[in-house]
Antibody, heavy 119, light 109 residues
Framework: EVQLLESGGGLVQPGGSLRLSCAAS????????MSWVRQAPGKGLQWVSG????????AYADSVKGRFTISRDNSKNTLYLQMNSLRAEDTATYYC????????????WGQGTLVTVSS | EIVLTQSPGTLSLSPGERATLSCRAS???????LAWYQQKPGQAPRLLIY???SRATGIPDRFSGSGSGTDFTLTISRLEPEDFAVYYC??????????FGQGTTLEIK
């Protein structure tokens, strides 16, 4: 059974930093592109960042480029999102998601971790 | 950027009725890269349809997807009580790599 378990969310002040983790199990982690998708309270879904299976090809949404860094540790089956210079508008539930290679959909999602940016 | 516009914003129907949800793209989308998700309160999204018309594993056959180019549709043939939720379409390609529609809320009438 595929499981994605996010952690690391919490309350942080504007300008602060936070590191999210996503522990993966139940599938061969090294075979999959992984992404972070967020959802502001009461709002829709927004893709944040994605990373290829080898950790080399990386992409970001413009709204987080230069502030967020995605990475992965294939030896630990873990995905990360380092978030710096956080803003109020980054407040959201952050989901990690496994991407299907052929059709580019998000097949499996974690339960999400809430990040609140507020003073 | 490819913008996906879903309509209606809210759809009020009764169990047993047919639901038709629309997703319109600002430019042509490769239908291979068009997916639909269902999200219930407090839960993560759940994949329903991929490749515009293929049902994901375990999805009942009352859910179907269709469309091409800029117009895509999710149809639920006979609504069950558990189908009332928010539905999102998603596409891959361009910049940003992935975009989602703003969602359609399917509520019980």
């Amino acid at each position: 059974e595929v499981q994605l378990l996010e952690s690391g969310g919490g309350l942080v002040q504007p300008g602060g930093s936070l590191r999210l983790s996503c522990a993966a199990s139940g599938f061969t982690f090294t075979n999959y592109v992984m992404s972070w998708v967020r959802q502001a309270p009461g709002k829709g879904l927004q893709w944040v960042s994605g990373i290829a299976s080898n950790g080399i090809t990386i992409a970001y949404a413009d709204s987080v480029k230069g502030r967020f860094t995605i990475s992965r540790d294939n030896s630990k089956n873990t995905l990360y999102l380092q978030m710096n210079s956080l803003r109020a508008e980054d407040t959201a539930t952050y989901y990690c998601a496994q991407r299907n290679g052929d059709y580019a959909y998000f097949a499996f999602w974690g339960q999400g971790t809430l990040v609140t940016v507020s003073s | 950027e490819i913008v996906l516009t879903q309509s209606p914003g809210t759809l009020s129907l009764s169990p047993g009725e047919r639901a038709t949800l629309s997703c319109r793209a600002s430019q042509s989308v490769n239908s291979r890269y068009l997916a639909w998700y269902q999200q219930k309160p407090g839960q993560a999204p759940r994949l329903l349809i991929y490749g515009a018309s293929s049902r994901a594993t375990g999805i009942p056959d009352r859910f179907s997807g269709s469309g091409s180019g800029t117009d895509f549709t999710l149809t639920i043939s006979r609504l069950e009580p558990e189908d009332f939720a928010v539905y999102y379409c998603q596409q891959y390609g361009g910049s940003p790599l992935y975009t989602f529609g703003q969602g359609t809320t399917l509520e019980i009438k």
